[in-house]
């Protein structure tokens, strides 16, 4: 059995939902955190998947303390996740995090506890990520991952102490909207960014109000880089998001499985100290500029045809594109350093 708690996101998705219940029940863990959120307003359909959900949340077969926190009304995504993590990390020390739609291969609970345990009171590391963004694995050399600036949160794990200090930071109780509140005078990045367009996309979401762009994550991500603190990205990519499509809150993305949940070899290899790795930062940062960036933001707005949209960013994610899209970033640096 796994010891560690393991909290599971959900809102109206109970197939995504069943199929990462059914990671965790693989794993066994003896404590249970459930967040669901509501219904819509006005929206019939979401009554029926809200409680489609909620029954499959149900299904808890194995012997495990369990607590539930069902939202009556909806309340939006960043309220969800944010509320739900604060009633989370009130009751547990730490915990292993999975939204509906991130499925966990079978080593990613090994991976994520250990870690857990190893970095416990090393207030360098807030993070610790489940998804490797396909990052190329030769950059970890003989390592099982590498200390970056920011990580994926498609599966990903943390500790109490350091979601409640990120949440003194952004303090927001969403009982007036979703703008972001900040209690510091101004977020201090780029910290440990090392691309010029990643410390561009960082500034710009410090001082955003929209938080489709820029949500919950990235909030927790410049909290990390105020305080310089370090996340945990995987040599592999041990979860795999099969959350897209048009109910999808970020909207469809290609029927790829580039980044299919693999498996992580034991014992664990870790790095010879904790320190930025950044090679692998640098690859990090370009999927975000990729994926993120102004150009992609842009294409975003000015092409409303989903399948449009699917087509363009196949192309974009192609590996051709991608290794593009690296030399240009490349040469792009090399020229401004020189």
Not at 137 to 162: I, N
Not at 169 to 175: E, G, L, Y
Request: hydrophobic letters at 45%.
């Amino acid at each position: 059995m796994l010891t560690t708690p393991v909290t599971l996101i959900a809102f109206n998705r109970p197939d995504l939902t069943s199929g990462t219940l059914a990671a965790i029940r693989a794993v066994r863990p003896t404590r249970l955190f459930l967040v669901a959120d509501g219904p819509r307003a006005g929206n019939a359909d979401d009554v029926e998947r809200c409680a489609a959900v909620r029954a499959v949340l149900e299904d808890v077969d194995w012997p495990c303390e369990v607590h539930r926190r069902y939202a009556e009304t909806n309340l939006g995504l960043e309220a969800n996740v944010e509320l739900g993590l604060d009633w989370v990390f009130a009751r547990a020390g730490s915990s292993i995090v999975l939204e509906d739609d991130c499925q966990a291969g079978p080593t990613f609970f090994r991976y994520a506890e250990e870690l857990l345990e190893r970095y416990r009171d090393d207030p360098r590391v807030w993070q610790v990520s489940g998804s490797g963004l396909g990052v190329p694995q030769r950059l970890f050399g003989d390592a099982s991952y590498a200390f970056t600036a920011w990580a994926s949160v498609w599966g990903w794990a943390t500790w109490a102490d350091r979601w409640h200090r990120h949440r003194e930071v952004f303090p927001r109780d969403h009982a007036a909207g979703d703008a972001p509140v900040r209690t510091v005078p101004a977020v201090q990045q780029p910290g440990l960014l090392v691309t010029r367009s990643a410390q561009q996309h960082f500034a710009e979401a410090a001082v955003s109000d929209d938080t489709v762009t820029h949500g919950w994550d990235k909030h927790w991500w410049l909290t990390m880089m105020t305080f310089r603190g370090l996340a945990i990205s995987p040599a592999v990519n041990l979860v795999e998001n099969v959350g897209w499509g048009a109910d999808a809150t970020h909207g469809v993305a290609p029927g790829k499985r580039d980044n299919a949940a693999e498996a992580m070899a034991f014992p664990l290899r870790h790095p010879a100290e904790v320190a930025l790795d950044p090679e692998v930062e640098r690859e990090l940062e370009l999927v975000l500029n990729r994926v993120g960036g102004r150009a992609a933001t842009l294409a975003r707005r000015l092409v409303r045809s989903p399948r449009l949209r699917h087509a363009a960013r196949t192309a974009v994610n192609s590996r051709a594109a991608t290794a593009a899209h690296r030399l240009v970033s490349q040469l792009g640096e090399k020229s401004r350093r020189a």
